[in-house]
């Protein structure tokens, strides 16, 4: 079992929409990261989170450490959006785990 | 400058060859990382450096060797590689490596080893 379980792991949009990528995980961390990679590989870090929630543009991203649980929300999705979004854990014990990705195609 | 560079972009190698992968940050950076990326995977941390000194090795074979040359210069020596080595290298850097630094990440080097 992974320790960052993404879902879903293909999301199709039309442009417009809202969208929703779920993160779980199942260790004590010290920060949780989200990440978007394009093709072509280049990664940018959209967020890090220790607690409660971040907005940045369209983006929004939220954690609940009770629960173990992150979201990162697209507001009125667009197809430049398109890309891998990537939930990666730092844990307590500066150990990182990364989820496998959910791949995000928004259509116009 | 929040900028992360690696060179080169795309390296073609043989399996008896040596190469070297550069990175390179100025944002006064003390944590350096390389990871390793297969396709349609996510990132496997390989090194991180901190000060300069080796952190981090996640059970890599040595025919990767690191170097931290000074607090801005990452560079991977490959010797003696596998077509399974055949990856996207990225590095990565921040602030520190303990305590909640947010990571900046070079564009990456695809990698075939022929």
């Known amino acids: 079992k992974n320790e960052v379980e993404q879902s879903p792991q293909n999301l199709t949009a039309q442009e417009g929409e809202f969208i929703t990528i779920n993160c779980s995980y199942s260790?004590?961390?010290?920060?949780l990261h989200w990440l978007q990679q394009h093709p072509g590989g280049g990664i940018v870090s959209l967020f890090m989170?220790?607690?409660g929630k971040k907005k940045h543009g369209r983006l929004i991203a939220t954690i609940n450490i009770q629960e173990k649980h992150s979201s990162l929300h697209i507001t009125a999705s667009h197809p430049r959006d398109s890309a891998v979004y990537i939930c990666?854990?730092?844990?307590?014990?500066?150990?990182?785990?990364f989820g496998t990705g959910t791949s995000l195609t928004v259509i116009p | 400058d929040t900028e992360v560079t690696q060179t080169p972009k795309h390296l073609v190698m043989g399996m008896t060859n040596k190469k070297s992968l550069k990175c390179e940050q100025h944002?006064?950076?003390?944590?350096m990382y390389w990871y390793k990326q297969k396709a349609k995977k996510p990132p496997e941390l390989m090194f991180v450096?901190?000060?300069?000194?080796?952190?981090i090795n996640e059970s890599v074979p040595s025919r990767f060797s690191p170097e931290c040359p000074n607090s801005s210069l990452l560079n991977l020596h490959l010797h003696a590689l596998q077509p399974e080595d055949s990856a996207l290298y990225l590095c990565?850097?921040?602030?520190?490596?303990?305590?909640?630094?947010?990571?900046?990440f070079g564009p990456g080097t695809r990698l075939t080893v022929t």
């Open positions: 944002m006064g950076h003390r944590a």
């Open positions: 450096y901190s000060y300069e000194k080796l952190s």
């Open positions: 990666a854990v730092r844990s307590g014990r500066n150990q990182f785990y």
């Open positions: 260790v004590g961390i010290s920060a």
């Open positions: 989170l220790s607690s």
């Open positions: 990565a850097s921040s602030q520190a490596w303990q305590g909640i630094y947010e990571q900046y």
